[in-house]
């Protein structure tokens, strides 16, 4: 029974096989284009398709062009020549000058000039001094000098009335002291050594102005032991 199903398989399969085999696969297949059917499509008289609403389109605003100002620049013309501005140079504060001493003065006859030196201090110990330059005429050295040997004047002698000595010195433009020496003694050496001393320790001494030509002035003054 067996053997028979197995045959009756094997037969089955055989000719399957060789179906197959006698007959290859056409996967593709065929087409034929005679068979496809062409339609055109036509308008039925009287038809005629809706019209489109029109769409509300809404207006651009266009800016306004901006016109931008052109500046005037002034054009000068070539043929004029600009004259420089003047420009005002700074005024000089006004110095006033030393006073002059006309008031006051004594021009003696040979040529000597008597000037009043009592008011530089209190206490002063001279009252007047003789200028060998008449033309020498500036109280504000006198005041700066006399003022310093006053300052300098330490009488530490003890003396019964009144005594006097008479010195003389000289000053060049520098305000430096060359000359110094008793033209009169008081008769006491210890006080005239006093008189010295003052106008010693007073040196140096103001410069001569700068409008003063002369190099070298020459003056003599008289000391009192008593003040004035």
């Known amino acids: 029974m067996k053997r028979e199903i197995v045959l009756s398989l094997v037969l089955h399969l055989v000719v399957f096989g060789v179906a197959v085999m006698s007959s ?12 496809v059917i062409r339609i055109r499509a036509v308008a039925m008289p009287g038809f005629s398709p809706p ?3 029109p769409v509300a389109i809404e207006p651009v605003q266009i800016p306004e ?18 004259q420089p501005a003047k420009v005002e140079k700074p005024k000089r504060a006004k ?11 004594k021009v003696s006859g040979n040529g000597k000039k008597e000037v009043d030196v009592s008011s530089p201090g209190a206490g002063s110990p001279f009252g007047s001094a003789t200028i060998d330059n008449a ?4 109280p504000y050295w006198f005041t700066q000098a006399f003022n310093k040997i006053a ?13 006097v000595c008479v010195v003389y010195f000289q000053v060049i433009r520098s305000g ?10 008081s008769g006491i050496p210890a006080f005239d050594r006093v008189c010295t001393a003052a106008i010693e320790q007073s040196a140096p001494f103001p ?7 002369e190099e070298i002035i020459g003056i003599t003054v008289p000391f009192t032991n008593t003040s004035r």
């Open 65 to 82: 062009a901006i016109e931008e100002a052109t500046p005037e620049i002034p054009i000068d013309d070539p043929t004029t020549v600009k």
């Open 151 to 163: 300052g300098n004047f330490r009488n530490t002698v003890v003396i019964d009335g009144r005594v």
């Open 135 to 138: 033309s020498f005429d500036y």
């Open 95 to 105: 110095t006033d000058k030393p006073a002059r001493l006309d008031a006051g003065a």
């Open 176 to 185: 430096r002291l060359i000359e110094l020496r008793v033209e009169q003694s």
């Open 207 to 213: 410069p001569l102005p700068r409008e003063f030509r």
């Open 51 to 53: 019209a489109a609403e």
């Open 24 to 35: 290859p696969f056409d996967t593709a297949g065929k087409f034929d284009y005679g068979e």
